[in-house]
Structures are given as structure tokens and as C-alpha cells.
């Protein structure tokens, strides 16, 4: 719960980071930056949950496997972003 709220709060400060000092946001904007928010922290805490759940189905190897996916998956997000930045 406290990497959701950190997550909720770093991204409140990134929307507020973009608007200048004086403007006026209507509601229904942050509602949609807060709902958008809370559906990736659900997305990434259904996807933790799983993972915890096939992590406990494979025994020793399993830890294993799961470092490789992970360092997999982290080269292929930088690899991804840095495309992305390039364009």
C-alpha cells in the first residue's frame, strides 16, 4: 500500500509539474490523472499477485527464471524508452 500511495503521489506532482503556476484545472481532469493512475497500480499489483502465485509452482528453478524475466524485462522497458525518446 505505501508503493501505491508513493506511485498516487508521484504522479500527482508529474501532472502538476506540466501546468503552469496559475491555471485552473476542472475536477474531472485530476479524477481522470487519479483513476488513470489507480488502474496501473492495480494493473501492476494483479500482475504481482500472479506472478507470487506461479513463483510458488515451480520449485528452486523458479527464483531462478524469475531474475532472468525480470533483467529481461527491465533491458527490454530501457531499450523501449530510449526508442521512444529518440523519435
Do not use: C, Q
Not at 42 to 59: C, D, K, Q, T
Request: charged content about 10%; hydrophobic content about 65%.
Amino acid at each position: 500500500t505505501l508503493a501505491v500511495l508513493l506511485y498516487l503521489h508521484h504522479s500527482l506532482t508529474a501532472l502538476a509539474a506540466v501546468l503552469p503556476h496559475d491555471a485552473v484545472v476542472p475536477p474531472e481532469v485530476v479524477l481522470r490523472w487519479l483513476l488513470r493512475s489507480l488502474g496501473v497500480a492495480l494493473a501492476g499489483a494483479v500482475a504481482g499477485i500472479l506472478l507470487l502465485f506461479l513463483a510458488n509452482l515451480g520449485g528452486e528453478r523458479t527464483y531462478f527464471a524469475a531474475a532472468l524475466l525480470g533483467l529481461a524485462t527491465a533491458v527490454g522497458v530501457a531499450a523501449l524508452l530510449a526508442r521512444l525518446h529518440r523519435r
